[in-house]
Nanobody, 124 residues
C-alpha cells in the first residue's frame, strides 16, 4: 500500500502561483510513477501531469503546458506541482496518484493509489 497526502492548495488570483506537494509513505517511492489529476465540479477527473519514477521524463496536458511544472524528490518521498500563470479554469480539486511502473499515463484507471485531494480556486 502507498499512502498519499496532498497539500498546498488554496485561493489564488488569476496570474498567480501555487505549489502543490504530495507526500508518499508506505512503500519505496522511487518504484512509482507519479501523476497529478484534477476534477472540477460536475466534470470528469482529468490528467494534468505525470513524471517517471526516475524523474527524468515529464508529461503535461496541453492546457497546462508551459505554465505547470512537475518534479519529484525521491529522497523526501514527495512529488510537486508548481503552478504559474493560473487561470480561473484551473479551479478544481487536485489529486496526486501513484502507479507501480516506470511511467504513468493519462488514464486515471491506470493508477492504483490516490490522495484525498486539495482544492485550488483561482479568482478572476
Amino acid at each position: 500500500q502507498v499512502q498519499l497526502a496532498e497539500s498546498g492548495g488554496g485561493l489564488a488570483q488569476a496570474g498567480g502561483s501555487l505549489r502543490l506537494s504530495c507526500a508518499a509513505s508506505g512503500r519505496t517511492f522511487s518504484n512509482y510513477a507519479m501523476a497529478w489529476f484534477r476534477q472540477a465540479p460536475g466534470k470528469e477527473r482529468d490528467f494534468v501531469s505525470s513524471i517517471t519514477r526516475s524523474g527524468v521524463n515529464t508529461y503535461y496536458a496541453d492546457s497546462v503546458k508551459g505554465r505547470f511544472t512537475i518534479s519529484r524528490d525521491n529522497a523526501k518521498n514527495t512529488v510537486y506541482l508548481q503552478m504559474n500563470s493560473l487561470k480561473p479554469e484551473d479551479t478544481a480539486v487536485y489529486y496526486c496518484a501513484a502507479k507501480f511502473w516506470m511511467v504513468g499515463g493519462t488514464d486515471p484507471s491506470q493508477y492504483a493509489y490516490w490522495g484525498q485531494g486539495t482544492q485550488v480556486s483561482v479568482s478572476s
